[in-house]
């Protein structure tokens, strides 16, 4: 039973373009939701973070959209880079856990 | 700042034999995660250590795999003996405290033939 649906799989986007990855998930006692970008041959990297309370969050090229009644959340990375291509995973946590459940994971590609 | 350091960052061995890992958290970090991805899957939680303390163990797939940390300082995970299936990704990672973001180290990439 997958807790955190993540999709699309894989995605190529032209330079500057937006890359969409949206995730849905079926727990409402999670109440922490990070994104994690990964390059080859290194771990997860923390990325941006939302928390239930608020509906949006920004920084830089990258937003978090939160639709807690459709239990849904999607990264938005705007003007897209190639240095944006990497492998993306949306997480959530419960309360008073610590432990992180992860989505299957996306491969971005953004062509020059 | 050191980062978390995985070692080794490759191994193949062969089913039925003996596989260590080891993690050094970033120094003054209490609390230490493994973390496995399986080839196509999601990343899943094996276990959390506050300290030298194993504070949740409940991703542990089964008694083949075995986690210590001695002195609340690395870790090590032991896999024994080895099946194919335990093939994958496996990551550590540390943070100063609950309810703060990890930090991940690279990765010990883990083949069973």
């Known amino acids: 039973q997958q807790q955190v649906k993540q999709s699309p799989q894989s995605l190529i986007v032209q330079k500057g373009g937006i890359s969409i990855i949206n995730c849905a998930y079926e727990n409402t006692a999670f109440d922490y939701f990070p994104w994690y970008q990964q390059f080859p041959g290194k771990g997860p990297a923390l990325l941006i973070a939302i928390r239930p309370d608020v509906s949006e969050k920004k920084e830089g090229r990258f937003t978090i959209s939160f639709n807690k009644s459709a239990k849904q959340f999607s990264l938005h990375i705007m003007d897209s880079q190639p240095g944006d291509s990497a492998t993306y995973f949306c997480a959530a946590k419960k309360g008073g856990s610590e432990k992180l459940v992860f989505g299957k994971g996306m491969k971005l590609t953004v062509n020059p | 700042e050191a980062g978390v350091t995985q070692f080794p960052s490759h191994s193949v061995i062969e089913k039925g034999q003996t596989v260590t890992l080891r993690c050094d958290p970033i120094?003054?970090?209490?609390?230490l995660y493994w973390y496995r991805r399986v080839m196509g899957k999601e990343i899943k939680f094996l276990l959390h250590?506050?300290?030298?303390?194993?504070?949740?163990e409940s991703g542990m797939p089964n008694n083949r795999f075995l986690a210590e940390r001695t002195g609340g300082t690395y870790s090590t995970l032991k896999v024994q003996p080895a099946e194919l299936e335990d093939s994958g990704v496996y990551f550590c990672?540390?943070?100063?405290?609950?309810?703060?973001?990890?930090?991940f180290g690279s990765g010990t990439r883990l083949t069973v033939v």
């Open positions: 250590f506050v300290k030298e303390s194993k504070q949740d």
């Open positions: 990672a540390s943070s100063p405290s609950l309810n703060y973001g990890y930090t």
């Open positions: 120094s003054g970090h209490d609390n």
